[in-house]
């Protein structure tokens, strides 16, 4: 893997005045398992560099009309062109960010170590989003940080895995407190920004009070004059890093008291890994630098003064916080470096948890969105996403449920008004927690495109799939819109209507998906029986969601059936859901086709190829003699031994006849229909058709294929 890290211009990569992310670029570069490939990029005027794999991108300064920063990013394009690094790591600067990815198509990452909102490129909300959208991973060197990247960005945003703190880091040393002495340090700008005036006011005082302690302040500000003077005070001005770590070493009290929101803090970083009682203010990512230490929360020059004052007087409590921030420190750079390699492994896509390959393929983690009916109390438990539910759990895999359906029904409310936006959000939230490698939809019309497109974004690993059941050819161009709708974003599709036939574009994944019985669902064997109370079962209905007959509806399969009746006088049928007779669901269901020995299955309009509602692999599952309309193509999949196909109403009158008195041949092809069907269209095969399909893993042909 090669890396290349770009610093913000005038970042100064050297010993001599090194600013922050040159020393924490150092430090975690140099112990990355993969420091051989990592180059770092700047610009310097300092002959001295921090290490040997700096490579200095030289300025033409005196072309005044020309934005150095943009010559600076330009000259660092033209050397990526040699080095074809897999991932960018661009270091504070935002505003590179668009510059490099025009011009370059690789993997990047994107570090803050200020405010976001502060910086050019990601002031503005929709710089942000566009941020989100073009890195692979945005790290913040505080939680603080990250609040503020998110600051009036859509709750959807907020569990983005793109997202992650990693804090600057030091390396821990042994430190012996009994040898530190009466020493109090101040090391930053001396501006009333960095509270150096508060502190300057509180360590006269102490020092007056106290005159066996000393203070040594570290650091300038040429733009303001904050001057304050004691024969136990030293101003040392700006020093070397190493120096300022082994005055810490020395130091007991370590005060960092900004007036403004650091978006980490790193002097009470190296303060706390040295030992030192750390006394810091409340503001913007401080807290976040220390375990054990003192936080000011009004920070006025006389709080300052106690906290300083408190632990001078209390030698237990300083030497407690000494020892407990030497204790508790893990803010390393071993640790923090491996944040970092872990991050880059993920997007390298060489170790990544998310990686699926033949091996791991029976182990996979799925989110399974669809109406698994809660509501209706069980009435609709027999249904097809049960069925495929059970499949995939029979496949190893793990299967989080996620009732869309449901979901909206008990969330609605005056601002949200069908329960779409909270779905869409819980959804993420979901996948935030649970981060699947595949999600799978079944009929979730309000899940939202932009929420599926954030998921593409900001969990490019995931899969996405659909499947979808209902008829999709001319009469019904509403259901053709549903699920040509997300069709662009799925990975794949599956539809139990043949795709060719509906004229489906072809560069598009879609398949074809047979309704599949389940062991635990399919569990008669009519086939098996001679005496019933019927001889034909039918059954139909304005609604599945509905449960009852509308007023006013007619649906044309009725005038079918009463011609087969009229044709069939001495034939006992079982109808429901048509001539005043409610449809029957759940175990009413099965408890009807346990007394019928043949079922007929009848779609709504004219026949389609390979298209049935599920009602076909219940019937054929369940061991009755499945009668179906020869237009379908079913004849493709049975031969007459195991199926009956019909051409008309006098063609099913016929064989309805035929085999009601035909026992021994009705009980043959049924069983025959029955094996065949759970063999190569149970939940399983078709669970692991969808897996094989979305994953294009190898396979050998599945029976409908």
């Not at 005044?64 to 920063?69: C, I, T, V």
């Not at 407190?177 to 300057?200: H, M, R």
């Not at 979901?430 to 999600?439: A, D, G």
Request: charged share 25%; net charge positive; with cysteine.
């Amino acid at each position: 893997m090669k890396i290349s890290i770009l610093l913000p211009y005038k970042e100064n990569y050297s010993p001599e005045y090194p600013g922050a992310v040159s020393l924490f670029v150092h430090s975690t570069s140099k112990l990355s398992i993969f420091k051989k490939s990592i180059k770092i990029y700047g610009n310097t005027n300092y002959k001295e560099k921090l290490s040997d794999n700096y490579i200095n991108i030289p300025l033409n300064k005196n072309n005044l009309f020309k934005s150095q920063s943009k010559e600076y990013v330009t000259k660092f394009i033209e050397q990526q062109s040699v080095d074809n690094a897999d991932i960018i790591e661009i270091h504070n600067r935002p505003n590179y960010v668009n510059l490099i990815t025009e011009k370059i198509n690789t993997k990047i990452v994107l570090y803050f170590h200020n405010d976001p909102i502060s910086m050019i490129g990601s002031k503005k909300i929709k710089e942000r989003i566009s941020l989100l959208t073009s890195c692979k991973k945005i790290i913040f060197n505080s939680e603080w940080s990250k609040k503020r990247f998110l600051k009036n960005l859509d709750d959807i945003y907020y569990k983005s895995l793109k997202l992650e703190v990693i804090h600057q880091s030091i390396n821990k040393e042994k430190i012996v407190i009994s040898k530190k002495s009466n020493l109090i340090t101040f090391v930053g700008k001396l501006n009333s920004a960095k509270g150096y005036d508060l502190f300057g006011i509180s360590i006269i005082k102490i020092l007056n009070q106290n005159p066996d302690w000393r203070a040594i302040v570290i650091g300038d500000e040429p733009r303001e004059k904050l001057i304050y003077n004691h024969k136990n005070l030293k101003l040392l001005g700006f020093q070397k890093h190493k120096k300022v770590l082994e005055i810490f070493k020395k130091t007991s009290i370590a005060v960092a008291c900004s007036r403004w929101e650091e978006p980490f803090g790193r002097t009470s970083l190296e303060a706390a890994s040295r030992g030192c009682a750390v006394i810091i203010s409340n503001k913007g990512g401080l807290p976040e630098t220390i375990t054990n230490g003192i936080i000011i929360r009004h920070l006025t020059s006389n709080n300052v003064f106690k906290s300083m004052s408190d632990l001078i007087k209390n030698k237990k409590k300083r030497i407690e916080i000494q020892k407990l921030s030497l204790k508790n420190f893990y803010l390393t750079d071993e640790f923090t470096s491996k944040k970092i390699d872990t991050y880059r492994e993920k997007i390298f896509n060489k170790f990544s948890i998310n990686r699926i390959d033949n091996q791991r393929i029976n182990n996979l983690k799925i989110l399974h969105v669809t109406n698994f009916n809660e509501r209706h109390n069980g009435r609709l438990f027999y249904n097809t996403g049960k069925r495929i539910n059970n499949g995939l759990i029979r496949l190893n895999h793990s299967v989080l449920e996620f009732s869309d359906r449901d979901i909206v029904s008990y969330y609605r409310s005056i601002n949200d008004f069908n329960g779409a936006k909270k779905l869409n959000s819980k959804l993420i939230e979901v996948i935030s927690n649970y981060v699947p490698n595949i999600i799978i939809l079944g009929h979730a019309d309000l899940i939202k495109i932009e929420t599926l497109e954030f998921i593409k974004k900001n969990y490019p690993q995931i899969k996405i799939v659909q499947w979808f059941l209902d008829r999709m050819d001319s009469k019904w161009l509403v259901n053709r819109k549903r699920f040509l709708n997300k069709l662009d974003i799925m990975d794949a599709s599956f539809c139990t209507t043949d795709p060719k036939s509906l004229g489906f574009p072809t560069n598009k994944k879609i398949y074809y998906m047979p309704n599949p019985v389940d062991v635990s669902f399919e569990r008669l064997h009519n086939y098996k029986y001679t005496n019933f109370n019927n001889d034909v079962f039918f059954a139909m209905s304005h609604g599945v969601h509905r449960g009852v007959l509308k007023s006013g509806k007619f649906d044309q399969r009725e005038n079918f059936i009463n011609k087969v009746l009229k044709k069939s006088p001495n034939i006992r049928f079982d109808l429901y859901g048509l001539n005043n007779k409610q449809p029957i669901w759940a175990d009413n269901f099965i408890n009807a086709i346990s007394q019928s020995k043949i079922g007929l299955n009848l779609s709504q309009g004219k026949a389609a190829k390979y298209y049935s509602s599920d009602r076909f692999a219940q019937l054929i599952g369940n061991g009755l003699l499945v009668m179906i309309d020869e237009k379908t193509q079913f004849g493709n999949f049975f031969n007459k031994k195991e199926i009956v196909l019909y051409k008309n109403e006098d063609d099913i009158a016929d064989k309805i006849q035929k085999y009601s008195n035909d026992d021994k041949e009705r009980k043959k092809i049924a069983k025959n229909g029955r094996d065949k069907y759970f063999k190569f269209f149970n939940s399983s095969i078709v669970a692991d058709f969808i897996i094989k399909k979305t994953f294009s893993i190898k396979h050998n042909k599945f029976y409908w294929e």
